[in-house]
Every structure is written in structure tokens, then in C-alpha cells.
């Protein structure tokens, strides 16, 4: 799993796995099923460390669909919140977000650890 360099919100992260295809179809079974165990964990970790509303959940297979790396398929995972839209995008093709993306890094992977080691993780140390 890796953060996307641009993110459509805080958070936004990709599952790519080793397997080096341009389509879920050419996946063998345990890619693809290590795929979505992983996805789960993500939403996990969301919960956990970010507390979204909702996730925005999909992949862009090939260019025409918006692949930015068509030749190798991944999954994005978007966390939501109410009200996570405004008026910048609209008006002015700018996207506003509210934190950095080290931050947000640093915030999943101490939820991460916490998760897959049974670690107690303070709420303090998320934000």
C-alpha cells in the first residue's frame, strides 16, 4: 500500500500489488485475494487513526478510464468525510487539503503498527 503523491483527499492511498499487470483479470487468485485482505486492513487503519465517514473505493483500468499507471493495476481507497467537498475544485481547479502529506503517513502508519501488533494506541497519538 502506498500513498498517492496526489490525493484527491487526506489519505488517499493505493494498493499495487508485486504482480505487474494492466488488469484485475491477469491477476492470479492470491494476488488479487491478498489485494482485498489488504484493502481491509486499510479501512481499518482509516477507522482507527482518521475516523472517515466513507471510503470511495475502485480501480482505473486502462488509459481511457483514467489509469494514470495503465500498465500496472491498483486499487484506490479514498477516505470521506461529511462536508469534505467546497468550492475550491469548482471555481478555481484547486484542491485544498488540510494536511501534509508526511502527516497523514505518519498517522496511518502508527495506526498500522498498533493494529498488527496489538499495540494500544492513544488518541492523542493520531492527530
Not at 484493502?39 to 481511457?64: D, E, S, T, Y
Not at 475550491?88 to 496511518?108: F, G
Request: proline share 6%; with cysteine.
Amino acid at each position: 500500500m502506498i500513498l498517492n503523491i496526489y490525493p484527491y483527499n487526506n489519505g488517499h492511498l493505493m494498493i499495487a500489488p508485486y504482480q505487474h499487470v494492466p488488469s484485475i483479470e491477469e491477476l492470479d487468485t492470491v494476488t488479487l485475494t491478498d489485494m482485498m485482505t489488504t484493502a481491509q486492513l486499510c479501512l481499518r487503519v482509516f477507522h482507527q487513526a482518521m475516523q472517515p465517514h466513507g471510503f470511495n473505493m475502485g480501480i482505473n483500468q486502462g488509459k481511457v478510464a483514467g489509469a494514470g499507471i495503465a500498465e500496472h493495476v491498483h486499487l484506490h481507497i479514498v477516505p470521506r468525510w461529511n462536508g469534505d467537498t467546497n468550492f475550491m475544485p469548482v471555481l478555481a481547479d484547486v484542491k485544498v487539503m488540510p494536511d501534509y502529506l508526511r502527516n497523514t503517513y505518519q498517522q496511518l502508519r502508527q495506526a498500522l503498527t498498533a493494529l498488527t501488533t496489538g499495540a494500544r494506541l492513544d488518541a492523542d497519538e493520531t492527530r
